[in-house]
Nanobody, 118 residues
Framework: QVQLVESGGGLVQAGGSLRLSCAAS????????MAWFRQAPGKEREFVAA????????YYADSVKGRFTISRDDAKNTVYLQMNSLKPEDTAVYYC???????????WGQGTQVTVSS
């Protein structure tokens, strides 16, 4: 059974940093793209960042470019999201996702709350 488990969320002041982790189990994801999405209250889920298989390419939403960094450690089957210079508008539930057989992000974690106070 495939599981993605996020951790590292919490409450931080504006300008602070957090590092989210997403530990995968049930299969290896070294050949799969992985991504982070987020959903703020009353808003639709939005893309944050993605990383290609074996870390070949990274992609970011314009709103986080230059502040967030996605990375992966395939030996640990884990993907990370380093978030710096956090803003109140970054407050959301952050979800980890993994590509499912080249058919899009079919595996999802349960989410971790990030709250940025002003």
């Amino acid at each position: 059974q495939v599981q993605l488990v996020e951790s590292g969320g919490g409450l931080v002041q504006a300008g602070g940093s957090l590092r989210l982790s997403c530990a995968a189990s049930g299969r290896t994801f070294s050949n799969s793209a992985m991504a982070w999405f987020r959903q703020a209250p009353g808003k639709e889920r939005e893309f944050v960042a993605a990383i290609g298989w074996r870390g070949g390419s990274t992609y970011y939403a314009d709103s986080v470019k230059g502040r967030f960094t996605i990375s992966r450690d395939d030996a640990k089957n884990t993907v990370y999201l380093q978030m710096n210079s956090l803003k109140p508008e970054d407050t959301a539930v952050y979800y980890c996702a993994a590509d499912k057989g080249g058919q899009g992000y079919g595996y999802w974690g349960q989410g971790t709350q990030v709250t940025v106070s002003s």
